[in-house]
């Protein structure tokens, strides 16, 4: 990014083969503390010498021996340092074809040699301001869009903190239940079965008590991240509904295939082998599921979201009282 200048000073850089021409032009200018002023005789050189010194205008002549004044024109404007430096074209034809071609070919003004030292002064005065106040315009719209991103971030970042399981780090329930209606919309404009699974560790509870609280939250993030590892849809999600509580949902899926998933979610919590001696369905920690499903149409007649979430969570109540570490699906 441009460094902003802190004061309207003026740099010039004279590109002229001339010699004469150079110290004339620096005579006029003698007098004006607020110049400062380069010049360069050869043409080839004037692009780096621009980069390098950083003028606020480049009085160019228009004929030189080894350029064309158009041609470096063109230089200056393809190269992202200086391209927006403004460029007065000296020549010394005042017809208007010349003028019109210069100002077509980029230059911002044009002056006839030898230009009145007053009305040469008042332009590259002019002409500095305008560019000094391009860049600061310039230089505060990147700052703008600098805080702009910078606020995109946070507030991305502010959308996951409040979508996030803080212990589990899979979502939570507040972003399932915004899931949950986003994706009853989607299955009732195409048609497609929407597939919901309750899920809850067995005796959860008395895991708490004999392990304690720490490992308790052990225990919830790796049956977490298990559950996490086994759904693998991009368009599946598990989240932590509360407490011991999950839930999946499972877009564009029928009974069958949620079945499916909810029994290899089951078999790899089991397969863990995370010891629980209070445990009911067996002396490690196990987990009982409840599946449900439905075909929203878009009447307005059909089963509500809810009415799932509440299918799948009867469901699970009749999992957990027929023995738990157990699959069972809504009728």
């Known amino acids: ?150 606020l995109k971030v946070a507030n991305r970042k502010l959308k996951r903190t409040a979508t996030t399981d803080a212990l589990t780090q899979i979502p939570n329930r507040l972003y399932f239940n915004e899931r949950l209606q986003h994706e009853w919309k989607i299955m009732a404009r195409n048609k497609t079965a929407l597939s919901i699974v309750m899920i809850d560790i067995d005796n959860f509870k008395q895991y708490n008590d004999h392990y304690g609280h720490q490992q308790g939250d052990t225990c919830l993030q790796q049956v977490a991240k298990i559950m996490a590892n086994t759904v693998h849809r991009p368009a599946d999600m598990v989240a932590r509904y509360g407490g011991e509580e999950f839930v999946v949902i499972f877009p564009d899926t029928p009974e069958d295939g949620a079945k499916k998933v909810a029994e290899d979610i089951r078999t790899a919590i089991e397969t863990l082998h995370i010891p629980h001696p209070h445990a009911e369905a067996a002396p490690y920690v196990t987990i009982s599921l409840g599946v449900a499903s439905s075909l929203p149409c878009g009447t307005g007649d059909e089963e509500t979201p809810e009415q799932l979430l509440k299918a799948a969570d009867t469901a699970l109540y009749l999992s957990k009282k027929n023995g738990r570490n157990r699959v069972t699906i809504a009728e």
């Open 1 to 150: 990014m441009t460094d902003m200048p802190s004061e309207y000073s003026v740099t010039v850089l004279l590109v002229d083969d001339k010699r004469s021409i150079a110290l004339l032009t620096e005579a006029m200018l003698a007098d004006q503390p607020d110049i400062d002023f380069h010049a360069c005789l050869d043409e080839r050189q004037a692009v780096d010498m621009a980069c390098q010194i950083g003028p606020t205008v480049i009085l160019q002549d228009k004929y030189m021996p080894h350029i064309d004044g158009f041609n470096l024109l063109k230089l200056y404007r393809e190269n992202p340092a200086i391209r927006d430096i403004p460029v007065i074209m000296l020549s010394g034809e005042e017809k208007a074809e010349t003028k019109a071609e210069a100002f077509l070919a980029g230059a911002n003004d044009y002056m006839v040699k030898p230009p009145n030292a007053i009305e040469l002064v008042a332009r590259l005065r002019h002409h500095t301001k305008s560019y000094l106040d391009h860049l600061e315009r310039k230089h505060l719209f990147q700052r703008l869009q600098e805080k702009e991103e910078l």
